[in-house]
Each structure stands twice: as structure tokens, then as C-alpha cells.
């Protein structure tokens, strides 16, 4: 047919990985994070496998609209809460919760015209320093929010900057615990870091993202080895052709491989212009009819070199998997120094995905 590259989706792994955060998490509600187009899987296919979920986290009003037109009813989160105050007519409409992090969007509650109060997470800086209000400013902003008659419930949240270390949660903690000194509100902290390693942060709502789609929150694949979260994307394509090296040979651009001895090389139909990472260097694994062997220089736009001295059998056609079952992303992408999240939201909008 065409071009042997593809994605595909295993959905029934969505639905397990759903159940293993349900497991570390069981008096948590959830939040499924699926914000980034369902880090690059497509909101659209995959949300259904995860409907047991008790609400969707994501961005922007696209994607909160194209799941309630989708005919999802239940709770969606804007993470970011809204940018501009125009947008508060659509929170409304399509019953939104969104997190308020700014002053701005305080006043911007306090004049809007709606329907019924919406339902607010007040965001607490916890350390990071990306959005949120300090602690020492959270008392007033929950004053002022309680006090408008458009504001619904509100939950206190905050975001952890290093929850895949052992203590990373602590100092957060204690910032989140002064923010919420004299307050009663629900809470939702964890992230999938925080959801898998730390329960003391699991409060009312947890927000599990990479962990749904089988990868590492710690960019480590052995760290979540034993939870039995599987990878829900697989990336493959086919040897399309084959090189016999003679020692000395160079390969692809710049030469950055070169044989020491008589070698016998696949050439892959993928690249970088599939997603697959350009930083990927010589010995990045990848895996052929089962077999693991490595990459060889450097990747071009459209394909690869791989080795095949460890799977002489291999020949044009056969099946190579880039990431996926056998292939960790998180293997690829600690080759190329970047995360599975990096990966997987850059899969290429030229990839075929096929959904099983
Ligand atoms: C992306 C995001 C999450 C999910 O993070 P993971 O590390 O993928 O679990 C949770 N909360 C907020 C605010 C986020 O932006």
C-alpha cells in the first residue's frame, strides 16, 4: 500500500492504566489529564476508553467544547483557567470548572453575566513558580471568591515542580498547608508523579496524565516497571532497504556512524519528520520481529539506519517498532535527552494512527 509508518492506539490500555491509578489512588476522584490533544494521541479517540474517569483536565476551550460536543456531561477542568475574560460566556454555557490563578480573573468573575455560579480551583503557588498565588495570599483570594455570587464551589489546587523525588513533595506540602490554614475545601495536588510515589499528596482529586498513556512521569521507564502501567502508543514502520558496509563506511548525514568491520544495515522508513527525536544518537534501541538492536548516525527527515548484525533473519519488509511494548518511549527518549511527554505530543500529524 503506502508508506509503511504508523501509530497505533491500544485503547484496552488506556482502560487499564485508568484502573492502575484508580488502584494508588482509591478515595481520590480523577481527573484524566488530557490536555495537548491527549498528550498528541487525539482527544477524539481516545477519550471514550477513559469515561470512567470522573472528569477531563485539559487547556484551552477547543478541546473542552469538542468533548462536550462529543457528548461527554461530566466535569472538565481548564487547567490554565481562562486567558481572557470573553471566555467566561463559554465556561458558563458549557458548565466548565476552571482553575483562577490571577487577580485579573478574580475581578473578571466578580462582573461577568451568568447563568449559574461556576465551580472554581483556586490555584496556590507551591514553589514552582509558574502560576498560582503565593500562601501568604491565599486566604484573601479565597475571601474575595467566596464573596461573588457567580462563584460556585471552590477547590484549592496546586501543582508539584519535583514530585518524582523522594522528597520532593515536602516543602510544597507545607506551602500548600499554609495556603489552606483556616480554609475547608476540597484539594487536588497530584500529578501522576505525585499520584504513584506520594498518597499523603492525594487529597479529593487527583490529575494523572502520563501515566495514563503508560510512560514515566520520572523519564525513567524502570520506575514505574512494577505498577504494570502499559504503553498505550506504539510508533513502527518496515526495513525498506539494506546496506552491506565494508569497515571503514560511513553512514548518513555527516558520517556520524562508521563501521569497524563488515556490517549489515536496515534502513527504516522513519524520521524525524515523523516525530521520531533528531537527537536520537548512534545506539538509541529499537526493535526488529522482536529482536532489540540500535540505530546507527544520525536520523534524516524520513528515515533511519539500524543495525542488524544481532537479527540476520531481518530483511526488506520486516517490522520495526520505534517505540511501543518492547521499545519503552522512555528508553527513546533518555537516548535523545528529552521525556516520553516530548515524544509523544510531537508524533507528526503525517503518521497514520490506527486504533485498536
Ligand atoms: C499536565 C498537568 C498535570 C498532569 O501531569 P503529569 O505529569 O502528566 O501527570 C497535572 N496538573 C497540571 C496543572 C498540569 O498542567
Same mark, same amino acid.
Given at each position: 500500500?503506502?508508506?509503511?509508518?504508523?501509530?497505533?492506539?491500544?485503547?484496552?490500555?488506556?482502560?487499564?492504566?485508568?484502573?492502575?491509578?484508580?488502584?494508588?489512588?482509591?478515595?481520590?476522584?480523577?481527573?484524566?489529564?488530557?490536555?495537548?490533544?491527549?498528550?498528541?494521541?487525539?482527544?477524539?479517540?481516545?477519550?471514550?476508553?477513559?469515561?470512567?474517569?470522573?472528569?477531563?483536565?485539559?487547556?484551552?476551550?477547543?478541546?473542552?467544547?469538542?468533548?462536550?460536543?462529543?457528548?461527554?456531561?461530566?466535569?472538565?477542568?481548564?487547567?490554565e483557567g481562562f486567558f481572557h475574560a470573553d471566555e467566561l460566556a463559554l465556561i458558563d454555557r458549557y458548565?466548565?470548572?476552571?482553575?483562577?490563578?490571577?487577580?485579573?480573573?478574580?475581578?473578571?468573575?466578580?462582573?461577568a453575566t451568568l447563568s449559574a455560579p461556576v465551580d472554581i480551583y483556586l490555584k496556590i503557588n507551591s514553589g514552582m513558580n509558574r502560576l498560582g498565588f503565593r500562601p501568604e495570599q491565599a486566604h484573601a483570594a479565597w475571601e474575595k471568591l467566596r464573596a461573588l455570587p457567580n462563584v460556585g464551589e471552590i477547590t484549592l489546587m496546586a501543582h508539584f515542580a519535583d514530585a518524582d523525588n523522594a522528597d520532593g513533595v515536602t516543602e510544597p506540602m507545607q506551602r500548600i498547608a499554609q495556603a489552606a490554614e483556616g480554609l475547608t475545601c476540597p484539594r487536588s495536588l497530584a500529578n501522576s508523579a505525585a499520584t504513584l510515589w506520594h498518597p499523603q499528596t492525594h487529597g479529593d482529586?487527583?490529575?494523572?496524565?502520563?501515566?495514563?498513556?503508560?510512560?514515566?512521569?520520572?523519564?525513567?521507564?524502570?520506575?514505574?516497571?512494577?505498577?504494570?502501567?502499559?504503553?498505550?502508543?506504539?510508533? &513502527?514502520?518496515?526495513? /525498506? =532497504? $539494506?546496506?552491506?558496509?565494508?569497515?571503514? @563506511? #560511513?553512514?548518513?548525514?555527516?558520517?556520524?556512524?562508521?563501521?569497524? &568491520?563488515?556490517?549489515? /544495515? =536496515? $534502513?527504516?522508513?522513519?524520521?524525524?519528520? @515523523? #516525530?521520531?527525536?533528531r537527537h536520537a544518537p548512534t545506539g538509541t534501541p529499537v526493535c526488529v520481529e522482536g529482536v532489540r538492536t540500535r540505530t546507527l548516525g544520525a536520523i534524516s527527515m524520513d528515515m533511519m539506519m539500524i543495525d542488524l548484525e544481532p537479527c540476520p533473519q531481518a530483511g526488506i519488509g520486516s517490522r520495526v517498532e520505534l517505540w511501543g511494548d518492547?521499545?519503552?518511549?522512555?528508553?527513546?527518549?533518555?537516548?535523545?535527552?528529552?521525556?516520553?511527554?516530548?515524544?509523544?505530543?510531537?508524533?507528526?500529524?503525517?503518521?497514520?494512527?490506527?486504533?485498536?
Open positions: 500500500m503506502s508508506r509503511p509508518t504508523g501509530a497505533t492506539l491500544t485503547l484496552s490500555a488506556l482502560r487499564h492504566n485508568l484502573r492502575v491509578v484508580r488502584q494508588a489512588a482509591p478515595n481520590s476522584h480523577v481527573w484524566s489529564v488530557v490536555k495537548a490533544n491527549a498528550y498528541g494521541h487525539g482527544i477524539a479517540r481516545v477519550w471514550q476508553s477513559l469515561a470512567e474517569t470522573d472528569g477531563f483536565a485539559l487547556l484551552n476551550m477547543e478541546e473542552a467544547l469538542l468533548l462536550r460536543e462529543q457528548g461527554w456531561k461530566k466535569p472538565i477542568l481548564l487547567l458548565r466548565l470548572t476552571t482553575s483562577v490563578h490571577s487577580n485579573w480573573q478574580i475581578k473578571a468573575l466578580a462582573t482529586w487527583v490529575r494523572p496524565g502520563i501515566i495514563l498513556y503508560g510512560a514515566s512521569p520520572s523519564g525513567n521507564w524502570q520506575d514505574i516497571a512494577s505498577t504494570g502501567l502499559q504503553p498505550v502508543m506504539t510508533l &513502527s514502520s518496515e526495513i /525498506i =532497504g $539494506i546496506q552491506q558496509l565494508s569497515p571503514g @563506511d #560511513g553512514v548518513g548525514y555527516g558520517y556520524r556512524y562508521r563501521a569497524s &568491520s563488515a556490517q549489515r /544495515i =536496515g $534502513i527504516v522508513a522513519c524520521g524525524y519528520a @515523523d #516525530g521520531y527525536p518492547q521499545i519503552k518511549i522512555d528508553e527513546v527518549a533518555q537516548a535523545a535527552g528529552t521525556v516520553g511527554y516530548e515524544l509523544m505530543c510531537a508524533l507528526a500529524p503525517r503518521v497514520p494512527v490506527t486504533v485498536i
